[in-house]
């Protein structure tokens, strides 16, 4: 399996920004997708997830409201749209898979690691 995360950068505080996750490798209609960040200096921290197949989602309480995920199965790409972004949400984001419909916030649970793509906010 091999997780592509992309679309991050410098944004002011209040904007959008829209991550994409390209998964490949494998048929993933039977796993769980999720976002996680770590800023630094911090552990790394559940954003979002979503099941392939039923379109479950979960989400941190410290984005509910301005956060979305989805995915597009045909193109095996998750998303995770960003609007009224605000400093504290500056960090390393990294989209992460499971093989197993359920989403789950635990880092440690997920085995497949895209290599981050770096968000920051300006205030």
């Known amino acids: 399996v091999q997780l592509q995360a992309s679309g991050g950068g410098l944004v002011q505080a209040g904007e959008s920004l829209r991550l994409s996750c390209a998964a490949s490798?494998?048929?993933?209609?039977?796993?769980?997708m999720g976002w996680f960040r770590q800023a630094p200096g911090k552990e790394r921290e559940f954003v979002a997830g979503?099941?392939?197949?039923?379109?479950?989602?979960l989400y941190a309480d410290s984005v509910k409201g301005r956060f979305t995920i989805s995915s597009a199965s045909a193109k095996n790409t998750v998303y995770l749209q960003m609007n009224g972004l605000k400093p504290e949400d500056t960090a390393v984001y990294y989209c992460?898979?499971?093989?197993?419909?359920?989403?789950?916030?635990?880092?440690?649970?997920?085995?497949?690691w895209g290599q981050g793509t770096q968000v920051t906010v300006s205030s």
């Open positions: 979503i099941n392939w197949s039923r379109g479950n989602t």
């Open positions: 992460a898979a499971r093989n197993t419909v359920v989403v789950s916030s635990r880092p440690e649970l997920y085995r497949y």
């Open positions: 490798g494998r048929t993933f209609s039977n796993y769980a």
